[in-house]
């Protein structure tokens, strides 16, 4: 490999059969329930007739999911690795991507709350099908485990659970409002920040669904939803604004916060707006003793995959220790087959040294590789 790539965001397909797999069979159907009652909630809040006359008058079907995102073609579609280990480690080899870091497609603690009996049992099979994925190549695999936050102290129980089994990583939901709970502010939390402290483990926070944006997705008349997905990652200002802005970060000094996949440009924007609330616009901030930006270049981390200027942000207000470059494998934006040729599009007359950080050096660090 002409320079070594590790990638912050990738992503596995983990079934609900092989988290079944680890899952005592008497807790089955409660599991199979969960994820039904889950579906049908997102089956009828996406439901809505709102977007057919703009569909007409574009003469498309009706029917809003007749082109769904599925139907796209991309070279990393379809690939067995997406699932399969090994493959993933072949394609990784192709790729010239030295590591990878993935997160499940599905987002467990959306339903794994809702299994009646058995949920605790049913959130350590899912992880250890995720862990599975990983022992392939403890090395080159990293997964996310992810950490239902409606019991806390379960919550703390599998993250220490996770630092046992060699996890590098965590996953947690992005807005615990969207699950009827308290931001990530409310001291509720301090028994599972103090734990995860300990275990010096990353927090990883990706963006996508977002069901605070239901309505929007519903009025969105376009094929693919293209109104709404850019917002998804617009939307993480909300998150950042309640890790940053709220004394979380300063009572957690060792926390490390990743938010994978919302881009880089607007939250440079973003970060200049919330220091000039402060420096002259006279907002306060109660549980802050510096401006934001210290908070975020000390404890935040963001990942992209293919964006302009993203070393220029860095070094204008984001800091180029905050940034990971992501191949997104096996998504449609994903640069495989082509990584080291998207690099060096994006890295043209960029430094050695700030490079390296950015397409390796810098998530070498954040997940102790």
């Known amino acids: 490999m002409a320079q070594r790539l590790i990638s912050a965001d990738d992503h596995v397909d983990v079934t609900h059969e092989k988290v079944k797999s680890y899952l005592a069979s008497r807790h089955h159907s409660d599991y199979d329930e969960a994820v039904a009652a889950f579906g049908r ?9 709102s977007n057919q006359r703009w569909r007409r008058q574009q003469g498309l ?28 480690l072949r394609d990784m080899d192709a790729d010239g991507v030295d590591v990878s870091s993935s997160y499940c497609e599905v987002s467990a603690f959306r339903y794994l709350y809702l299994v009646r009996n058995g949920w605790r049992e049913a959130t350590r099979a899912f992880n250890t099908a995720l862990g599975e994925f990983a022992s392939a190549d403890p090395r080159r695999l990293v997964v996310s485990y992810q950490i239902p936050i409606h019991d806390i102290e379960v919550a703390a129980e599998e993250v220490r659970r ?32 103090t734990a995860i402290q300990d275990v010096d483990l990353p927090i990883c926070c990706h963006i996508g669904l977002n069901t605070q944006l239901e309505g929007l997705a519903q009025r969105d008349p376009t094929p693919q939803k293209g109104v709404f997905v850019p917002m998804t990652a617009l939307s993480t200002g909300e998150a950042l604004g309640m890790w940053v802005l709220t004394g979380v970060l300063e009572r957690f000094p060792a926390l490390k916060v990743v938010f994978v996949e919302p881009g880089i440009g607007w939250v440079s924007w973003w970060l200049y707006i919330v220091d000039d609330l402060v420096r002259r616009q006279g907002y306060d901030f109660p549980g802050l003793s510096e401006l934001p930006s210290f908070y975020f270049r ?50 043209a007359g960029v430094s050695d040294e700030d490079r390296r950080l950015v397409v390796s050096d810098n998530a070498a660090r954040v997940w102790k590789l």
């Open 41 to 49: 909630a997102r089956a009828a809040s996406m439901s809505s007739d």
């Open 61 to 88: 079907d009706v029917d809003p999911t007749a082109a769904p995102m599925t139907q796209r073609r991309h070279p990393a579609n379809g690939r067995p690795g997406h699932t399969d280990p090994a493959e993933r």
């Open 162 to 193: 996770a630092a046992t089994e060699g996890c590098k990583s965590l996953q947690l939901p992005v807005f615990p409002a969207e699950l009827g709970l308290p931001d990530y502010w409310d001291e509720v939390y301090d028994p599972l920040w």
């Open 298 to 347: 000390r404890n935040v981390y963001l990942t992209f995959v293919d964006e302009p200027d993203v070393v220029r942000h860095a070094h204008d207000r984001l800091g180029i220790h905050n940034i990971m470059w992501s191949s997104d494998y096996p998504h449609p934006v994903s640069s495989w087959p082509r990584s080291h040729d998207v690099v060096d599009a994006v890295f």
